[in-house]
């Protein structure tokens, strides 16, 4: 079973940065395809962008594509998520999460394992 703890959430003015990371550890951390996604209040966990075992393969929601970058480290079982040009709609919690399947899904059931969620708060 896999562990998996979200940082680097913070308060960021529009227009700025953050780079989110995901540390994963017990279970073998490039036997899952790793996804991000985010829930604002009063709405529905969306999905953020996903990355294959070998970080060949990356996608994204159309509202972050050109915005944010997701990429993996496997040497050292993390996950990131750079996000430039922050705007206040991408205000929420964001969530790494894990999938042991083979498929290329971005429903958030499609993944096994999730983590406890950092903040992020973009302010106009």
């Known amino acids: 079973q896999v562990q998996l703890v979200e940082s680097g959430g913070a308060l960021v003015q529009a227009g700025g940065s953050l780079r989110l990371s995901c540390a994963a550890s017990?279970?073998?951390?490039?036997?899952?395809?790793m996804g991000w996604f985010r829930q604002a209040p009063g709405k529905e966990r969306e999905f953020v962008a996903r990355?294959?075992?070998?970080?060949?393969?990356?996608y994204y929601a159309d509202s972050v594509k050109g915005r944010f970058t997701i990429s993996r480290d496997n040497a050292k079982n993390t996950m990131y998520l750079e996000m430039n040009s922050l705007k206040p709609e991408d205000t929420a919690v964001y969530y790494c999460?894990?999938?042991?399947?083979?498929?290329?899904?971005?429903?958030?059931?499609?993944?096994?394992?999730w983590g406890q969620g950092t903040q992020v708060t973009v302010s106009s």
């Open positions: 999460a894990a999938d042991s399947g083979r498929m290329v899904l971005t429903t958030a059931r499609a993944f096994d394992y």
């Open positions: 017990g279970g073998t951390f490039s036997n899952y395809a």
């Open positions: 990355i294959s075992r070998t970080a060949v393969s990356t």
